[in-house]
Structure formats: structure tokens, C-alpha cells
T-cell receptor
Framework: ETGVTQTPRHLVMGMTNKKSLKCEQHLGHNAMYWYKQSAKKPLELMFVYSLEERVENNSVPSRFSPECPNSSHLFLHLHTLQPEDSALYLCASSPEGSGAGLRDGYTFGSGTRLTVV | QKEVEQNSGPLSVPEGAIASLNCTYS??????FFWYRQYSGKSPELIMSIYSNGDKEDGRFTAQLNKASQYVSLLIRDSQPSDSATYLC???????????FGAGTRLFVKA
């Protein structure tokens, strides 16, 4: 495996379900991110982890819960979602850590297309 | 409120022409600037980064940065139908991890 891998690729869930999105990066990067992409809207930053510590939380509803057990893995736990949460959820990684600033850009995973019914 | 603005398009150019994509940003504390390409149904892919005023060339792509005017652009020379995609401008800020994305410009290259 190379790059950033996300699973599942597609997910349909009811509003009362609990599910998790998984992201794994094989690049040795220090920072990992969750972004939400809705149609015709800019990417919205949800969470940032640097060296396994959460450094950014962009006022995301508590029905989204991130977890970063190590520098290679990132999860997004979902529960009691709303239909407006349907979107493409993108995981990304970058080499930087510890607030060094972003110089090298992101490597994105292929995303999870989430539909809440 | 930091913002990144792009014309949503679509921008349509004939094959072989130069495509010019533009982006403005609101915060002078911006440090790094990126262009991502996103094909329909796919995730964004980094194609260019630029940090200093002036031009940076990579193959058919040239990124241009003018910090005084808070403006960054991407030129695609000899455009090909395979360049048809949405191009996202992204701006990163000093000392942190926050990157702000524009909504993207859709480019169509007609054969």
C-alpha cells in the first residue's frame, strides 16, 4: 500500500447508526487531517492531528468524533448524523508537525462518499 | 475571516490553448500557496506549490504569485482534454496547520 488509503469508499447510513471512517497513511507524515467536501462548496477543515495530538478542531458538531491512535492512522467516528452531513469526507496527510507550518501541501486519500438517509 | 476566492467557471478553452486560472486571498499572513487538480468523482491532487513572489514553472504548468496584490494564478500551456477538471486554489497560514481552500474553477478543454 502506498499513499493515503481510506475505507470504506462508499457508506450509506441511517440517522441512528454508528459507523467509523478509517484513514491510513504510508508516507511517514506527521500531520493528518479530516476535510468535508460538499457540492459546490470549498473544502471544510474538520480536524487536524499533529504527531497524534489534536491541534485544530473547527467547531465540528459532536456527532463527529476523531481518533488518532498513532501517526499513521486516523478515524472519524460517526453517530446520529443528519441528512445534511451527506458529503465526501477526505483524509489528508502532510509532512509537517509541531506547528512548523505547511510547506509541502497535502496528500489526499480517495475519500469516503457518505450518504445519510 | 480568511477567504480564498476563485471564479467558479466553467472556463472553456480549445485544445492547445493556454488556460489561465486565478485566485485571490484575503489575509496578508499567508505563507504558502497551492494548486490542486480534482477530477470528477476523485480526490484533489497537488500539482503546484509556490511560496515567493514571481513565477514557478513545472512542465506545462506555471504558478504566479503576487503578494502585494494578494493574487495567485495557474497557467496551463498546450491545454489537453485530460486537463479538464476542477482546480482548487489553497492558501496556508504562517505557523499553523490551517489551509483555506477556494471553491474551485471548472476547466473544460475542448478537443
Amino acid at each position: 500500500e502506498t499513499g493515503v488509503t481510506q475505507t470504506p469508499r462508499h457508506l450509506v447510513m441511517g440517522m441512528t447508526n454508528k459507523k467509523s471512517l478509517k484513514c491510513e497513511q504510508h508516507l511517514g507524515h506527521n500531520a493528518m487531517y479530516w476535510y468535508k467536501q460538499s457540492a459546490k462548496k470549498p473544502l471544510e477543515l474538520m480536524f487536524v492531528y499533529s504527531l497524534e495530538e489534536r491541534v485544530e478542531n473547527n467547531s465540528v458538531p459532536s456527532r463527529f468524533s476523531p481518533e488518532c491512535p498513532n501517526s499513521s492512522h486516523l478515524f472519524l467516528h460517526l453517530h446520529t448524523l443528519q441528512p445534511e452531513d451527506s458529503a465526501l469526507y477526505l483524509c489528508a496527510s502532510s509532512p509537517e508537525g509541531s506547528g512548523a507550518g505547511l510547506r509541502d501541501g497535502y496528500t489526499f486519500g480517495s475519500g469516503t462518499r457518505l450518504t445519510v438517509v | 475571516q480568511k477567504e480564498v476566492e476563485q471564479n467558479s467557471g466553467p472556463l472553456s478553452v480549445p485544445e492547445g490553448a493556454i488556460a489561465s486560472l486565478n485566485c485571490t486571498y484575503s489575509d496578508r499572513g499567508s505563507q504558502s500557496f497551492f494548486w490542486y487538480r480534482q477530477y470528477s468523482g476523485k480526490s484533489p491532487e497537488l500539482i503546484m506549490s509556490i511560496y515567493s513572489n514571481g513565477d514557478k514553472e513545472d512542465g506545462r504548468f506555471t504558478a504566479q504569485l503576487n503578494k502585494a496584490s494578494q493574487y495567485v494564478s495557474l497557467l496551463i500551456r498546450d491545454s489537453q482534454p485530460s486537463d479538464s477538471a476542477t482546480y482548487l486554489c489553497a492558501v496556508a497560514y504562517t505557523g499553523g496547520f490551517k489551509t483555506i481552500f477556494g471553491a474551485g474553477t471548472r476547466l473544460f478543454v475542448k478537443a
